[in-house]
């Protein structure tokens, strides 16, 4: 179709003739439509690659989350099986053991750290003043450290602040007052800053909400977190802090806020994070605005209740990953003379006849959109297998509407070993309450009615439009403002509007990934949006430029994935290709890597980043992973298998070792890194002899001293993953 | 038909015919168009297309208004004109409500693929080559933000923006060739 010439298009065209006067109308018309049509093309697909790329790292992100609470539920299995006998359950038992941090005079013992004249750091006095805080502020942005003694002495005023607090504030807007609400900091203190500079600094004239999420990713937690509490204890009424999923010790093992506070403060980095521990178990769950608009981190499900939530005694729920405990359960002498009775943090269902549960008390397959490749599976540890199959038939008979409430009822009767008599009602109480907030920590919305378990994550809910009306009609509310996801443009609206996303922490995947932003709301509740992307240079990217950097940085990770489950995926190959020939279809590709990685992305929209040559739609998979392959690691390791299954989990094993290596020294023992390692492979359902995990310890203890160093370790996965990736970059 | 003269009321009355246009164009009619996609390049476009789909359940469906941006996201460059007439000429309003599914996409967008003027590289920069006054090779930044914000198929300012950003010297001059090698190579 040609460009035909309307009358719109004949005005322009006078209009350009008494303007300049030497280029012909006609051709000047043809050339901007040409431009035009150009630059939209260029903005489609820039569009169509940026939102492939977030694909990407939502998914690896989540299918983190999920490994990570699988990985929990193992250890609770186990710690529900095993005999006292057993030397690997002393293992275990660390990672559960929570010794006892309810006394304060323990805490008062920072008293005794004594600053020496050579600290150069600020200084602060307590009560705390503006001035102070706005000190603490001045040397976290020219990157000085606060000494250990101040650092508890503030966490310990922090904590006994946080304690009267009731579990849901109520704020209003009265005098006039905006309120600015912020939402995941993960440790972007640059972030943090910038808000403070755009929107000033808290005060009883500039309430703040903040939305939990303030550790973990980012490297600045720590710093984020004593900004936050200090003018917390200078405005008392002006300052809330919501608790978000991130703020629970057994997800900061993995996502890297125990290594900064360790990194950080070497002497007492396990003292503070044994009272940040406590601390946010004391964090208030939820924020309400005028009665109307309901603030809080993750979100909702049908069975939201905020009159119970106001109820529970929320310090118990220590981390959300551990369900609570009941005294009644409990079966004495099961973990050992460690245990404290009265010590209300330790929880931990101690009778053997309960069944490990996963968050979301399911394991089946839920597809959030119908599109296959979206499907998602959890594994289930083998004892639970049948009552899964049975929750899954009853979930296709049922239909996908089917309530969480359901679906949790069914769990509770198909269990067949539990005793409904005994204690089972006190039970049920802690199960709902427990089940309320891990709602409210990890649930995520979806567009389709319903609530089903959020099987993504491995915690929460999806919760869709319907159960928002319900929700807010329930309890008189107009609009939910939650965080919890990441937004490309800080912040999102959905469910008609009824629901809003805030996410403060802009470059959150890679620099020029997405904005940040925050909120301002008046009396009249309408927010008002304020975006900020920090870090100079990103601004000054093109959007290709700073789509091609996000991409990059995507494309490294999933190929990390790529080489981590090359086994699987040639296995998975081979399938199609059972003369092995060493070729497979395009077709038959993508449908492996789906079933393999599960990741729900599009496979054949990648593929050309991924795969590079193909021959008559044909891919020689041989080839593709000699190309993608690692450089060899440096310890000659013969066993490639295992070297491969330890890069797939190194996230896992390092959370181990940070369990395991309690004096903070950085180096575990070869023993206890064999018990880690098989523990592990119990876990992975693989099978690693003795000897080669004998083998592995000895040949990775570099300096022959009996010990492993953590770090080293570490460093060599990365290391190993940097170097090829460097050279591709190159080639490219 | 042959013409009658319009003063007979008897007569049955005819659509009085607009001022003269060039050609009359027919409708978009989807059945005539024949899909000469392979299989692979129609999974490829189903990739796509579910990237697209924000409908609740998944349905395979898009927007009439992404239709567009989906086209353009496979490789071609149609004009917004174009678009709307594969669409039917739908009105604004029905550019959010209206939704179209995979297999009523494919005709639209085959049609778009056979599009004969796609415009070269040659094509291009002969059309920047036109406001190349000096015949230097460059044109002025600031005549080409004006041609391209009023003329045509109108872009906004920040889109403008967005499309210039770093290709303009410090004279405020744009060497076209490194221009158009810049756009086509998204």
């Known amino acids: 179709m040609g460009c035909g010439f309307a009358k719109s298009d004949q005005a322009q065209l006078k209009q350009l003739n008494r303007g300049t006067s030497i280029v012909p109308a006609a051709t000047a018309m043809r050339a901007a439509l040409l431009i035009q049509r150009w630059y939209r093309q260029y903005v489609a697909r820039l569009e169509m690659r940026r939102r492939c790329t977030w694909n990407i790292f939502q998914s690896i992100e989540y299918a983190g989350e999920q490994d990570q609470i699988k990985l929990y539920n193992f250890f609770g299995y186990l710690m529900d099986h095993f005999t006292p006998a057993s030397s690997e359950r002393n293992l275990i038992s660390h990672i559960f053991r929570e010794h006892d941090i309810g006394r304060d005079v323990e805490w008062e013992s920072y008293k005794s750290i004594e600053v020496p004249e050579l600290y150069s750091g600020p200084h602060l006095s307590f009560p705390m003043t503006f001035s102070n805080a706005a000190e603490l502020v001045e040397a976290f942005k020219n990157k000085q450290q606060l000494h250990s003694r101040y650092v508890l002495q503030l966490l310990v005023e922090s904590w006994r602040r946080l304690r009267i607090l009731p579990n849901i504030s109520q704020i209003s807007t009265c005098h006039s007052k905006e309120i600015t609400i912020c939402g995941d900091l993960h440790g972007h203190l640059e972030d943090l800053l910038l808000v403070f500079y755009k929107n000033g600094l808290p005060s009883s004239e500039r309430p703040y909400v903040f939305n939990g999420d303030y550790v973990d990713r980012g490297k600045d937690s720590l710093e984020i977190l004593l900004i936050l509490f200090s003018f917390l204890l200078v405005y008392p009424n002006d300052v809330h802090l919501n608790r978000g999923n991130h703020e629970d010790h057994i997800v900061n093992l993995r996502y890297g806020f125990t290594k900064e506070v360790l990194g950080k403060y070497k002497l007492h980095g396990k003292k503070i994070l044994k009272l940040l521990q406590k601390i946010f178990s004391w964090l208030p769950l939820a924020t309400v605005i005028d009665h109307k608009v309901l603030v809080l981190h993750g979100g909702i499900s049908d069975t939201t209740d905020l009159h119970l939530l106001s109820r529970v005694d929320r310090h118990k729920y220590v981390s959300a990953l551990r369900p609570p405990k009941s005294k009644k359960q409990m079966r004495s002498g099961l973990i050992g003379s460690d245990l404290e009775d009265n010590d209300p943090t330790y929880e931990f269902v101690g009778s053997s006849r309960r069944r490990v549960r996963s968050l979301t008390h399911t394991t089946y397959t839920v597809t959030r959109h119908e599109a296959p490749r979206r499907s998602l599976q959890v594994q289930t540890t083998r004892v639970t297998y049948s009552v899964e199959e049975e929750l899954k038939k009853r979930r296709r008979q049922a239909g996908l509407s089917q309530s969480y409430r359901d679906l949790h009822n069914s769990t509770m009767n198909s269990d067949l070993d539990s005793d409904p008599d005994s204690g089972g009602e006190l039970l049920d109480s802690n199960e709902d309450e427990w089940k309320q907030i891990v709602d409210l920590l990890w649930s995520d919305p979806m567009p389709q009615d319903g609530c089903i378990p959020n099987d993504v994550r491995g915690g929460g809910c999806y919760w869709g439009p319907n159960v928002t009306e319900e929700v807010l009609r329930r309890h008189n509310l107009t609009l939910l403002i939650r965080s919890h996801e990441c937004k490309q443009e800080g912040y999102e609206f959905c469910h008609n509007r009824k629901v809003l996303t805030i996410f403060s922490a802009s470059n959150y995947y890679e620099v020029g990934s997405n904005r940040g932003a925050y909120i301002r709301m008046g009396p009249d509740l309408v927010p008002h949006f304020i975006q900020y992307q920090a870090n100079r240079s990103t601004r000054e990217l093109t959007l290709r430029q700073s789509v091609g950097q996000t991409e990059r940085s995507a494309l490294k990770a999933l190929r990390e994935k790529l080489f981590a489950h090359k086994s699987e995926l040639v296995s998975a190959f081979q399938v199609y290709d059972p003369e092995h020939k060493g070729r497979i279809s395009l077709g038959n590709w993508a449908s492996a890597m789906e079933a393999v990685l599960k990741l729900g992305l599009p496979w054949r929209m990648l593929r050309s980043q991924l795969v590079g040559e193909t021959v008559d739609g044909m891919l020689d998979y041989q080839l593709w992973f000699r190309e993608l392959s690692i450089t060899e690691h440096k310890t000659e390791l013969s066993n490639a298998n295992l070297l491969e299954t330890m890069y797939k989990n190194h996230s896992n094993l390092e959370t181990i070792f940070r369990i395991i290596d309690t004096d903070n020294s950085g180096l575990i023992s070869l023993e206890e890194f064999r018990q880690t390692w098989k523990l592990l492979s119990t876990h992975l359902q693989t099978d690693i002899s003795d000897k080669a995990i004998s083998d592995l310890a000895v040949s990775i203890d570099f300096n022959k001293d009996g010990s492993i160093d953590i770090n080293e370790f570490m460093e060599a996965f990365r290391l190993v993953g940097g170097d090829l990736l460097q050279h591709e970059d190159d080639v490219h | ?186």
């Open chain 2, 1 to 186: 038909m042959a013409p009658k003269k319009k003063e007979e009321p008897k007569e049955a009355p005819k659509p009085k015919a607009p001022e003269p246009e060039p050609v009359k164009i027919p409708e978009f009619n989807p059945a005539e168009v024949v899909l000469e996609f392979t299989p692979e390049q129609i999974e490829d476009f189903k990739d796509a297309f579910q990237l697209f789909d924000r409908t609740p359940l998944s349905e395979m469906k898009i927007t009439y208004g992404q239709c567009g941006d989906l086209i353009r996201a496979l490789g071609q460059n149609p004009t917004n004109a174009e678009i709307m007439y594969v669409l039917g000429k739908p009105k604004p309003e029905e550019m959010a409500t209206k939704m179209l599914d995979f297999d009523s996409f494919l005709p639209i967008h085959q049609y778009i693929c056979k599009a004969k003027d796609r415009g070269t590289y040659e094509d291009f920069v002969e059309g920047l080559r036109v406001f190349d006054k000096l015949g230097d090779g460059t044109v002025m930044g600031a005549e080409l933000r004006h041609v391209l914000a009023s003329l045509g198929e109108k872009m906004k300012e920040d889109e403008v923006e967005q499309l210039m950003t770093n290709q303009e010297d410090a004279n405020g001059c744009i060497n076209y060739e490194a221009f158009v090698k810049h756009i086509m190579a998204s």
